[in-house]
């Protein structure tokens, strides 16, 4: 059986075919995630003296840290996803999102690398900033702060590795722009706000701007 | 003429044997580093009220900067460094280097992104910091962890991305305990060190303690 993706030449013994249809993959993904959102966004109301801003940053962690766990968490430790062929959801994602970055199936060791830190660390991480907004932790900000980091930096060697090497992983401009570019460019945008947030909002604390004077060790 | 690289079977067209000893390279990077060193020691002594912590991290930035902006930033835009004959310091060690791992010399695109990100962000940021630590700047301590955990990353990929492609890179166990290990564990411990500190410097600040109470957008 022949594979969909590109470089046509990639070898995969044992690919079985998607079973779910790409509609029933995204919608399926779009409708647990709005009804994360919406979960949380209900349970952040009652969290007392809350901004707007951290009731959405509230339902931004629980969403992105949900999809490390659980998507890429499953990606991370299945190398053989691409021949699963029970039409679990997870490997119907993978199968489908490997349509716009072949890397996926082929198990290249950068995406597996940036992957396994993603769904390990960040994954946990970002369900504990949920807690740390909730609760008005002091580390919330550097917490979110690492976090975004974190993303980013994956991000950047995701797209640089892809780059380097050719830039020719995906089956159709289509799917190149829809999962490639699309799927994780919010990865970029909102990492980024919530970095520039947090940055702002700890160089404003008062103890670090008067730093020089109750230096000790 | 054959490279001293593993795996044997890299291709490297025409590679140029190294021209400057080991010990050669390894002490001019030595002396350096301790000219660098000594230098910050000395005009940090200058700073009214500094502490002795921060004169050693102005110290440890200054080195660490300069590493990331020449070595690194050399061996990021030098993809030919394996074939120059001239004997520049600057390939000659990479050439040796490469002996404890050859993805150097192969090009390989996870140790280019990474190599990419450190010289041209994190290296600049380092020498930031030396500057931020000197001055008392606000942001001090969020540009050292930001800068920190991206060390750490990079270290966590280019480890993560070796030993998933089979950890096979070294000529010898020699150059792999050396080189390999030995030339990047203090950028494992050292950011490890500084990323705690940050943290911990950072959630004392009593603002962001009290975050509950000021909360308004």
């Known amino acids: 059986m022949s594979h969909p993706y590109v470089p046509r030449d990639l070898n995969l013994v044992d ?18 995630s709005l009804f994360v959102v919406s979960l949380i ?25 949900l999809t490390h766990i659980i998507l890429e968490g499953y990606f991370a430790f299945s190398p053989e996803f691409y021949k699963d062929k029970s039409g679990f959801y997870l ?11 072949s ?10 690398a940036v992957e396994g830190i993603t769904a390990v660390l960040e994954g946990p991480a970002s369900l504990l900033s949920v807690y740390a907004i909730a609760t008005g932790k002091s580390y919330s900000y550097i917490l979110q702060f690492a976090i975004s980091l974190g993303q980013l930096y994956g991000t950047a060697v995701y797209f640089m590795t892809s780059y380097l090497e050719g830039d020719n992983f995906a089956a159709s401009p289509y799917y190149y722009n829809l999962y490639y570019i699309g799927a994780n460019a919010s990865w970029v945008v909102i990492p980024s706000l919530i970095a520039i947030r947090c940055w702002k909002k700890i160089c404003a604390a008062p103890q670090l701007q008067g730093q020089k004077k109750n230096k000790v060790r």
Chains 1, 2 share one sequence.
């Open 15 to 32: 690919y079985a075919p998607n079973l779910l249809s790409q509609s029933t993959i995204l919608a399926a993904y779009g409708l647990a």
């Open 41 to 65: 966004r209900v349970i952040s109301g009652k969290v007392p003296k809350i901004s707007k801003t951290d009731r959405w940053l509230m339902c931004w962690w629980a969403f992105t840290g």
């Open 91 to 101: 490997a119907e994602v993978w199968k489908e999102y490997s349509k716009g970055d």
């Open 103 to 112: 890397r996926y199936a082929a198990r290249d060791a950068g995406v597996v």
